[in-house]
């Protein structure tokens, strides 16, 4: 069964960094814009990145834009977060998924999800 696997949560002290790592179980990522998405205790889901295949096009939502890099290594398949200057209202479980297209990831029309990985931020 295809589905994505992430990687690369723990805990870290406000102001430090993690990196996240997204796969693909039985297909590969390569082929799909991906998006990263967060779901803090109590809150609903939401969208944190999305990028294109090709890397041409990239999103943030207002509340990581210039903390956060997402990036992709086609060649390992694999889609990565660069969490930096970490806050902790960061604190959530982050999922990876896939679309169709850049676009689909804008509009959070999702193909494949991950189980999450959580990321703790202490104060």
């Known amino acids: 069964q295809e589905h994505v696997v992430e990687s690369g949560g723990g805990l870290v002290q406000a102001g430090g960094s993690l990196r996240l790592s997204c796969t693909g179980s039985?297909?590969?990522?390569?082929?799909?814009?991906v998006g990263w998405f967060r779901q803090a205790p109590g809150k609903e889901r939401e969208e944190v990145s999305c990028?294109?295949?090709?890397?041409?096009?990239?999103s943030y939502s207002d509340a990581v834009r210039g903390r956060f890099t997402v990036s992709r290594d086609n060649a390992k398949s694999t889609v990565y977060l660069q969490m930096n200057n970490l806050k902790p209202e960061d604190k959530a479980v982050y999922y990876c998924?896939?679309?169709?297209?850049?676009?689909?990831?804008?509009?959070?029309?999702?193909?494949?999800w991950g189980k999450g990985t959580q990321v703790t931020v202490s104060s």
């Open positions: 990028i294109s295949t090709n890397v041409d096009d990239t």
């Open positions: 039985g297909f590969s990522l390569k082929y799909w814009a």
């Open positions: 998924a896939t679309a169709a297209s850049f676009l689909a990831c804008t509009r959070n029309e999702m193909d494949r």
